[in-house]
């Protein structure tokens, strides 16, 4: 009766007690992103709190200490970061929206975060007082006791920001003024923007600027006058001090650079004629270069980017490292062939655009050498990768990263998720892959180790994510933390004649990766970012992989598939031909005319394999076509592969192929065939034909059939029974009449003659009740993209002799679903609701002697979930997401839910993924929903197709190519959510003056006792305020909009800054703190439970106030 009137039929509401399991089950929380963030554009570090930072031109900033401690927060409106700046413990950031940003790293009262995304809030306000219009910024420095930001600008003029109130200083150097001093043959000259300013290491008041034209002005702050000028015939790129102040540096368009010595005006000239001699050829710019001094003054380190030659290395990017004296860089060009016996040479060569980079050394160290830099890292963005190398080692080595791994040295192509790791194989893994790696890695610690992590004593289990790539490689990474490093590598290529990739020469342990000592430039290869694919057959498509045998799949792109074992014992000789010979699947008759790629070629020879993963069994499916569906059976030995064409069952153990079937429409083979159209039969009367076929399509489409279950199932007639759909089981366990049913899209049922249908999607093993309720067997389902599921029935010999007789299989059953929907995952389930026989999962062995036991099978399509008995196939529950949401399934898996107040209570429930980014939790088996939210963005495709789940509610998925995004529906506890902190100092100069009257409102409202102890700035952070992300988390870092325009900047009087801020009631949470000897205690933290004096230390986090006002 609801139905007739169009009225829906409500969802069952859950219990009260119900709800309250739902809340210790099921919560949705971004956990953190791995990889290099996409399109990094800004660098910088601060000793002090020893953490470097990195800005996006997507407006995102992350933050980055020792392993374990890592922040990040984003920028509200649509805008790309420039540049990026610390100030005690702050960050400025200047954006493309010409605003410089405050970023403030503050406390909170909240005793937990589970994000580090940040969420903005507008609070500032400007007054109507007069404007002071600022070109275009170009170069910017901060003073050495971080009370001003020097801003230099288009037009010449120079600006400061006072970090006190964060407001414009009066104090403008205007280039009518610096021009006064200097003769008038310069002073008539465009001398262009301040490319660069630098304040003197020693006399804090004197400030060094260089025009881009050429023009350099050492200027006193104190007495407003100019005391220097220099020239350059050359165009200025960049500056650089030496410590002593008595020298610096300019770097030059033309690829040269030269040293001059302050206070010497008869040799300015000089200098810039010998820097000119030596360039063999047009080279290009230097755009950045530092001067660090080493041991005594005629010993230093000269480190800049690009100078390369333009016709022969105008290709590559490069940051040159020359350890040379005083005497020989004054006169060098960036280029120059002429070298002495005392110097040293390196060009770092990257493989994408050098972006920024940073020296970490010890110049602010208590130390009585005033003449030592103290340098021991290079940190170098590039567009694609970081590298940190290590300037304390000889020869210079980079560091293996603890994190911003490169993922994408070669392409992603595919990705698989493994749960607990048991120690011995994380161990024997471990220990291989630091094998690989050999004398190319510093062996010292990563250097930078700022804050602290919460998580590091958390015991959990290993959690291994393995990536396949455009090159055949496969990479193994530990991704048990909110780190995440390389543990092995693995090249499925080495058994290919077409590979150019070498074989692992672990013996070679003396080479650092080096190239030519003799060659010039002495070039050497940093970075493992490599974009480039010799052969695209070669990349990676599924991969399976069984931790109880150690046994990795690998299906490629010409119909390769290779089966490896890990071995941690090196294997001798392989001759590939015999030892590897082929297993070949031929899906298609032998008089089928392939048009695509060719097969793979063996490699002649012999092979040597190392320790690690060694290939055991290839099989060749022709046509070689690309994998589409893999599984493996590492008990039974048994391997499935599907193509667009069709799929095949392998015995690995034996290397014979078992069974194949052809999933083609008999149409579509003769149709691909070389053939041209038959003679015999007109043009006029084939199209006619076809449109006969078309309007009986139609006509029987509108038929009403009686069905079981919408399907139709291809059994053994004493296995057809009729079911009644109109009867169904609600939660109370009473029978109810189905007959009003919910407002329903209209589901258009898809051609079974449509080409892409034969596509192999899923491939799944079970053993199961298959044929009676009595008998259970082991079964291969293959499930295609015309809505088609092929159960085959398998007999494995016994173990005595299965090396000898040979594995059968035979075609029990098939499943039609009616509107052909692509089939997306297919589960057997046992009587508890676990699933039975899955690789993935722990194995459920079904005993011999079963009397009362039942399973099911979940059939998941694009358009609904349906269960269905074993052995009948007799229709248990069904869910309709796209008849009743129009959204399509793309992704699912059970997962097991554990309790968070008692761990020995878990559900398996099914979790899908649609087209939308929408996670969705039904249980098992009633199909009830627990939980939808919103977890990708609908736009981002590539993460929707690439997300997969992990055993335990957790899901990774691409956010961008060289990013990895993590999110868990568990509330159980994890390394992988960020618990982690930092100390930063109490004294701020940033808004010190802003508050200065009551120093009890810079207090913290902290249960903590000891939050008296560090003052700070006030914020009311509340729940229900961080509940508002689409319930991400329970607190989001807060972020407080103080941005101050560069375009329209605005003076704001000291009424202003007591307007409202975040939190209730508006009152003034941006005050300034007053200094202090005691450091405040910066934290991140999970929503894991914390006692005694963690909760304590729980209860500071991390917030980046995101200040602002109108300066």
């Avoid at 090196?570 to 010979?581: A, F, H, M, R, S």
Wanted: hydrophobic share 30%.
């Amino acid at each position: 009766m609801l139905r007739k009137f169009g009225i829906k039929k409500s969802e069952n509401k859950e219990s009260e007690a119900r709800l309250r399991l739902q809340r210790e089950l099921f919560k949705y929380q971004k956990c953190t992103e791995y990889g290099l963030p996409h399109k990094s554009n800004a660098l910088d570090y601060n000793p002090s709190l020893d953490m470097f930072a990195i800005g996006t031109k997507d407006g995102y900033i992350r933050i980055y200490g020792g392993p374990g401690v890592q922040f990040c927060a984003e920028h509200k409106d649509d805008v790309s970061i420039q540049a990026g700046m610390f100030v005690c413990g702050n960050l400025i950031t200047y954006c493309n929206d010409k605003k410089l940003y405050l970023w403030e790293l503050a406390s909170t009262s909240n005793n937990a975060t589970t994000t580090t995304t940040a969420t903005t809030t507008s609070s500032s306000k400007k007054s109507s007082s007069p404007s002071s219009q600022i070109q275009q910024p170009s170069s910017f420095c901060l003073s050495k006791d971080h009370d001003f930001l020097y801003i230099g600008s288009e037009n010449g003029h120079i600006y400061s920001v006072s970090l006190v109130n964060f407001k414009l200083s009066d104090q403008i150097i205007y280039r009518e003024n610096l021009m006064q001093s200097i003769p008038d043959e310069v002073r008539r000259l465009n001398q262009g923007c301040v490319q660069s300013i630098l304040q003197h290491p020693c006399h804090h008041h004197q400030i060094l600027m260089g025009f881009n034209r050429g023009l350099m002005l050492l200027y006193d702050t104190a007495h407003k006058k100019c005391l220097e000028y220099f020239h350059s015939n050359q165009q200025i790129e960049s500056l650089a001090y030496h410590r002593s102040g008595e020298e610096f540096v300019c770097s030059h368009s033309d690829g040269s650079y030269a040293v001059w010595r302050t206070n010497l005006h008869n040799n300015n000239n000089n200098n810039n004629n010998n820097n000119n001699n030596n360039r063999p050829s047009p080279c290009k710019a230097i755009t950045k270069i530092l001067w660090k001094a080493i041991r005594d003054r005629n010993d230093s380190l000269m480190i800049y980017s690009g100078g390369m030659p333009r016709s022969s290395y105008g290709d590559h990017n490069v940051v040159t490292v020359s350890r040379c004296n005083a005497a020989t860089t004054s006169t060098a060009a960036a280029t120059a062939t002429a070298t002495t016996t005392n110097n040293v040479c390196c060009c770092f060569d990257f493989a994408s655009k050098i972006m920024d980079f940073v020296v970490l050394d010890g110049s602010n160290d208590d130390s009585d050498d005033d003449n030592d830099d103290r340098p021991f890292c290079l940190l170098v963005l590039t567009e694609e990768e970081l590298v940190a190398i290590d300037l304390t080692t000889d020869p210079w080595l980079p560091y293996k990263l603890p994190y911003l791994s490169t993922l994408h040295s070669s392409a992603i192509t595919c990705s698989l998720h493994i749960d607990d790791v048991d120690d011995g194989f994380y161990g024997e893994l471990k220990r291989i892959g630091d094998k690989q790696c050999g004398n190319k890695y510093s062996r010292n610690p990563w250097p930078i180790r700022g804050g602290t992590d919460y998580n590091a004593d958390l015991k959990v289990g290993h959690d291994i994510l393995i990536t396949g790539h455009e090159d055949g490689t496969v990479m193994f990474w530990d991704v048990s933390s909110i780190d995440i490093s390389l543990i092995i590598k693995y090249d499925s290529t080495i058994i290919f004649e077409s590979s150019s990739s070498l074989l692992p020469a672990h013996d070679d342990d003396d080479d650092d990766g080096g190239d030519d000592d003799d060659a010039w430039p002495p070039f050497k290869k940093v970075g493992t970012y490599d974009p480039y694919s010799d052969d695209p057959r070669l990349a990676v498509r599924k991969l399976d992989f069984s931790k109880q045998h150690q046994t990795l799949v690998v299906a490629g792109t010409a119909g390769q598939l290779i089966v490896s074992k890990f071995e941690t014992t090196p294997k001798g000789l392989v001759e590939c031909e015999v030892d590897l010979k082929p297993v070949r699947l031929n899906l298609l008759d032998r008089h089928f005319v392939w048009k695509g790629h060719e097969t793979m070629i063996l490699r002649k020879g012999q092979l040597k394999l190392a320790a690690g993963f060694q290939p055991s069994c290839l099989v060749q499916v022709h046509p070689p076509a690309a994998c589409t569906a893999v599984c493996l059976q590492s008990d039974w030995q048994l391997v499935a592969v599907g193509t667009a064409h069709g799929f095949g069952l392998v015995d690995y153990q034996q290397r014979k192929f078992v069974d194949l079937r052809c999933t083609l429409n008999p149409n579509d083979i003769s149709g691909s065939c070389d053939q041209g159209m038959s003679r015999r039969k007109s043009f006029k009367k084939s199209l006619r034909e076809s449109f006969r076929r078309l309007r009986s399509r139609r006509s029987e489409r509108h038929k009403k059939s009686i069905t079981n279950i919408n399907a139709n199932i291809s059994s053994p007639p004493k296995n057809q029974q009729q079911q009644q759909p109109t009867i169904t089981n609600n939660s109370s366990g009473l029978i109810d009449l189905d007959v009003p049913k919910p407002v329903e899209r209209a589901v258009e049922a898809r051609s079974p003659d449509d080409v892409s249908g034969s596509i192999v999607k899923v491939l799944y093993f079970a053993d199961t009740f298959l044929i009676s309720g009595h008998s259970h067997s082991p079964s291969l389902w293959a499930g295609t993209n015309a809505g088609t599921v092929y159960i085959y029935q398998i007999t494995i010999p016994d173990d005595d002799k299965r090396k000898d007789d040979e594995v059968q299989s035979l075609l029990a059953k098939e499943i039609h679903l009616r509107h052909h929907a692509p089939v997306v995952s297919i589960n057997v389930i046992d009587k508890n609701g676990q699933p039975a026989d899955q690789s993935n999962f722990k194995i459920s062995k079904v005993p011999d002697q079963l009397t009362n036991q039942t399973h099911s099978v979940v059939i998941c399509s694009e358009e609904q979930i349906k269960i269905f008995t074993l052995p009948s196939l007799s229709a248990k529950e069904k869910f309709k997401l796209t008849a009743h949401e129009g959204s399509k399934i793309r992704r699912t898996a059970f997962v097991n839910y554990i309790s968070k107040s008692d761990p020995k209570y878990s559900e398996y429930c099914l979790t899908c993924l649609t087209n939308l980014g929408e996670a969705h939790i039904f249980t098992y088996p009633l199909l009830r929903r627990q939980l939808k939210v919103e977890c990708i963005r609908k736009d981002n495709i590539v993460g929707i197709v690439s997300c997969i789940f992990s055993e335990h509610g957790h899901a990774f998925y691409m956010e961008s190519p060289s990013e990895f995004s993590r999110f868990t529906l568990s509330t159980t506890a994890s390394k992988a959510l960020p618990n982690c902190g930092l100390t930063v100092s109490s004294h701020r100069p940033i808004g010190v003056n802003r508050v200065n009257n009551n120093n009890n409102n810079n207090n913290i409202n902290n249960s903590s006792n000891n939050a008296d102890k560090h003052p700070t700035t006030t914020t009311n952070n509340n729940n229900d305020n961080n509940n508002n992300n689409n319930d991400r988390s329970d607190n989001v870092i807060n972020i407080m909009n103080v941005a101050s325009s560069i375009d329209d900047v605005v003076r704001r009087n000291d009424d202003d800054d007591d307007g409202g801020g975040v939190g209730d009631g508006g009152n003034d949470n941006d005050g300034g703190r007053e200094g202090g000897d005691d450091g405040n205690v910066v934290a991140a933290k999970s929503s894991g439970d914390a006692d005694g004096g963690e909760r304590e230390r729980a209860a500071m986090m991390m917030m980046m106030k995101y200040k602002a006002s109108s300066m």
